[in-house]
């Protein structure tokens, strides 16, 4: 297949580029109007940089990818529709109500397949987790407990993050990964939610929110806490700290996605613990992915680890919590 980047203003949509490259697919070049991280991009890969959407369009591609500013998805999503191209974005696909029902619109129609980078699925340990659930391991789940601390790294951020209107927020920005987590774990959607969302610091952006807590209940009895921010250290090794705790009526697992200080060489672990022990689990390899999965979707394969209708509902549910929040403003 052939592949082009519309939109690049932010440096995830690079781990798709390896992706399609390392599957030989054909990297045909790249548009973005403000071309600094495209620019590297279009060097690294030696591909053309074009000065116009309609100059990569007539490049024919199969599939594009995008890290555009948040809001612009959607309009690179239609465009895509309107060609017959398939597209990949990166999270979030939209960032208000009126998108998701644009976004809803197309996916309906079916002529094309939609990706979002929802990349925790593809994470070794909740892969593993995933189908410790699946199998029954640990019973019927009860409750799930994400907690997703970030860095902002305010000095080097785009100022469009900053923004509410462009970036959509934390709760969007952040939980997408999360609700989608909730989805696949439990088999259900979201019943109703209610939260926080906190603004404990930089006065100096209006809109922009530091910190958010969501209790949601799925249609199924499960209950969620979710929680992120962008107060993780600068100093820290990785770009947060991430954990999961599930808790099933046979047993419990935690997950440390990312930054455990205790995990040695490896990067993450996944442990179970029921009556009789507490074991850390090998982690098994997945199978495919995310580009893979993406194109065995586009060829027609109904064994697929996320569907359109996966990206769609993970974007309802990521903005059913946003709608949800109180705020609470403490400077």
């Not at 082009?4 to 790249?30: A, P, Q, T």
């Not at 391991?137 to 907690?147: A, C, F």
Request: with cysteine; hydrophobic share 40%.
């Amino acid at each position: 297949m052939r592949f082009g980047i519309y939109g690049c203003r932010h440096e995830h949509i690079g781990e798709f580029i390896k992706e399609m490259l390392n599957l030989s697919h054909e990297f045909v070049g790249i548009y973005e109007r403000e071309p600094d991280i495209a620019e590297n991009l279009a060097e690294m890969y030696d591909v053309p940089l074009f000065d116009s959407g309609d100059e990569l369009l007539e490049a024919k591609p199969d599939v594009l990818g995008t890290s555009a500013v948040n809001n612009e998805k959607i309009d690179i999503i239609e465009l895509c529709h309107e060609h017959g191209i398939h597209v990949m974005a990166d999270k979030p696909i939209v960032v208000s109500r009126q998108d998701y029902i644009r976004l809803e619109k197309i996916i309906k129609q079916g002529r094309i397949q939609i990706g979002m980078m929802l990349t925790e699925r593809f994470n070794p340990p909740i892969y593993a987790l995933q189908k410790i659930i699946q199998e029954g391991k640990l019973g019927d789940i009860v409750s799930l407990s994400i907690m997703k601390p970030h860095k902002l790294r305010e000095k080097t951020r785009a100022s469009w993050h900053f923004s509410k209107e462009k970036n959509g927020g934390i709760a969007i920005d952040l939980l997408i990964h999360d609700v989608d987590l909730l989805r696949w774990f439990t088999g259900s959607e979201i019943a109703s939610c209610d939260g926080y969302i906190i603004k404990s610091g930089y006065a100096q952006y209006e809109t922009f929110y530091d910190s958010v807590h969501a209790l949601v209940k799925m249609e199924n009895g499960v209950v969620a806490s979710l929680e992120a921010d962008w107060w993780m250290p600068d100093s820290y090794f990785t770009f947060g700290d991430g954990r999961i705790f599930c808790v099933g009526t046979k047993g419990r697992a935690e997950i440390r996605t990312t930054g455990d200080p205790e995990s040695n060489s490896e990067p993450y672990g996944l442990w179970i613990r029921n009556t009789h022990n507490y074991e850390r689990i090998k982690v098994p390899s997945i199978p495919v992915t995310l580009a893979q999965d993406f194109v065995n979707r586009i060829q027609g394969s109904k064994e697929v680890i996320i569907s359109n209708e996966d990206v769609l509902m993970a974007s309802l549910a990521a903005i059913q919590i946003d709608e949800s929040l109180d705020v609470i403003n403490r400077c």
